[in-house]
């Protein structure tokens, strides 16, 4: 089904239910690359594209992610990533190659991790986070714009980079 038609069918049955008080939907994402090889992070920084993902907006009281994570890498071992989430574009971090953004990760929302033991490896993931984190989860789905940053744990091969796919949002509107 088309993108616009997705949106439309959503927007037209979160206005039927409306007056059923509040009730789950889910808000499909765009895929997503993050290349941590040319972005070239430390161990403590995270990764953020500097292209949200963008989609239509919805007003919600809780969300969690699920999808797919894949890890890809010409060279490299095993690999943590910790996920971030940002509502907000992440201007006061420092701009590598007009695409990524690599931020301190202190203070950063963390949302989840994931441990990978080689490249190809694909694995499930269910993003949610702390408090602080589904505050920024909510308003980043809310305003139809969100930053997902990774941080690695472990080596940084050559050419490593984390695919999300079939990201879908589950959110509980009023």
């Given at each position: 089904?088309?993108?616009l038609?997705?949106?439309l069918?959503?927007?037209?049955?979160?206005?039927?239910?409306s007056?059923?008080?509040?009730?789950?939907i889910?808000?499909?994402?765009?895929?997503?690359t993050?290349?941590?090889s040319?972005?070239?992070?430390?161990a403590t920084q995270?990764v953020y594209?500097?292209?949200?993902l963008a989609?239509?907006?919805?007003?919600?009281?809780?969300?969690?992610?699920?999808?797919?994570?894949?890890?890809?890498?010409?060279t490299?071992?095993?690999?943590?990533i910790?996920?971030?989430?940002?509502?907000t574009?992440?201007?006061?971090?420092?701009?590598?190659a007009t695409?990524?953004?690599?931020?301190?990760?202190?203070?950063?929302?963390?949302?989840?991790?994931?441990?990978?033991?080689?490249?190809?490896e694909?694995?499930?993931?269910?993003?949610?986070?702390?408090?602080?984190?589904?505050?920024?989860?909510?308003?980043g789905?809310?305003?139809?714009?969100?930053?997902?940053?990774?941080?690695y744990?472990?080596?940084?091969?050559t050419g490593?980079k984390?695919?999300?796919k079939?990201?879908?949002?589950?959110?509980?509107?009023?």
């Amino acid at each position: 089904m088309h993108y616009l038609s997705k949106y439309l069918l959503t927007a037209f049955g979160t206005a039927l239910l409306s007056a059923c008080g509040a009730f789950r939907i889910q808000v499909p994402l765009p895929d997503q690359t993050l290349d941590l090889s040319t972005a070239a992070p430390t161990a403590t920084q995270v990764v953020y594209l500097k292209s949200p993902l963008a989609f239509p907006a919805v007003s919600l009281t809780s969300v969690f992610i699920t999808g797919q994570a894949t890890y890809t890498a010409t060279t490299g071992g095993a690999l943590t990533i910790t996920f971030y989430a940002r509502a907000t574009e992440p201007t006061s971090c420092t701009l590598v190659a007009t695409t990524y953004y690599l931020c301190d990760a202190t203070g950063e929302k963390e949302i989840g991790s994931i441990s990978f033991s080689a490249p190809g490896e694909t694995r499930s993931v269910t993003f949610q986070g702390d408090a602080a984190a589904q505050t920024e989860l909510i308003s980043g789905i809310g305003n139809g714009r969100l930053w997902l940053g990774a941080k690695y744990g472990g080596t940084l091969g050559t050419g490593v980079k984390i695919d999300f796919k079939q990201m879908v949002a589950s959110v509980t509107v009023l």
